[in-house]
């Protein structure tokens, strides 16, 4: 077994509120400085940026997770994962068709840049990524089965676009089995107030610059040999799929 210390939940220049500096050699870099082995990056509304991201992590010795922030219909945020990013960039396809459309003021929310392996721009997000899709919250879990992924509420110990703060409560009736915190220090009023001693609580930085991403707090232990990256998600998938 290999301990791998994990961040499921990481911005970089392409969401809308992610600071330029927030590279795919930036972060895969930064993880490797903090101890994290395993991270996800999770743009909001868009996985344009994980090939990149997938290959600067290999530089890095990172296991790359593709992934998403997806914002539903009631302006609520949800972490999608993906075992591939081929899965994670249908998923993405499927997303696009569901965007509502707003142009981008880059004087406001950023420039939204599209990176390659090397960090050089090769394109960028003209409409805005953080506003609402029209997906509602109780068809995500679906919508991400369909691509073998799996997702949960983002952050919700925040007022800006918690499940909790949103809906007044913990969404049970959708069926999740996990919930990202972005405090741990919530961990414990969260799961008695809210009744979520059953679920698998993540905690994650949301980071939107390189100062935000977490160090080594929180693992998972995976039976890793003989060593791939493709065998650490799978074997991940595998131990989130069964909680």
């Known amino acids: 077994m290999t301990r791998y210390y994990y961040d499921f939940h990481v911005h970089s220049c392409l969401s809308p509120c992610g600071d330029n500096d927030n590279t795919p050699n930036n972060l895969a870099g930064m993880a490797s400085l903090n101890g994290v082995t395993l991270m996800a990056l999770t743009d909001h509304n868009s996985s344009r940026n994980c090939p990149a991201f997938f290959k600067a992590a290999r530089r890095y010795g990172i296991v790359p997770v593709a992934g998403m922030e997806l914002t539903t219909a009631e302006d609520i945020h949800v972490v999608c994962l993906f075992e591939t990013l081929e899965e994670a960039l249908a998923f993405n396809d499927e997303v696009d068709e569901k965007r509502i459309r707003i142009k981008n003021r880059e004087e406001v929310f950023g420039e939204q840049l599209i990176l390659d392996e090397n960090d050089e721009i090769i394109g960028r997000e003209e409409d805005l990524l953080i506003n609402a899709t029209m997906i509602p919250l109780d068809e995500v879990p679906a ?98 799929r069964s909680l």
Do not use: W
């Open 143 to 240: 919508m991400v089965a369909k691509y073998r992924g799996i997702c949960y509420p983002a952050h919700i110990d925040r007022q800006a676009n918690g499940a909790i703060s949103i809906l007044g409560d913990f969404p049970h009736y959708v069926g999740f089995r996990m919930a990202e915190l972005n405090d741990a220090a919530n961990k414990e009023t969260y799961v008695e107030k809210y009744g979520l001693q059953n679920l698998k609580i993540m905690v994650s930085s949301d980071a939107h610059y390189l100062d935000q991403l977490r160090e080594d707090n929180d693992y998972f232990d995976i039976d890793d040999e003989p060593y791939s990256s493709q065998l650490v998600r799978q074997r991940l998938f595998e131990k989130l």
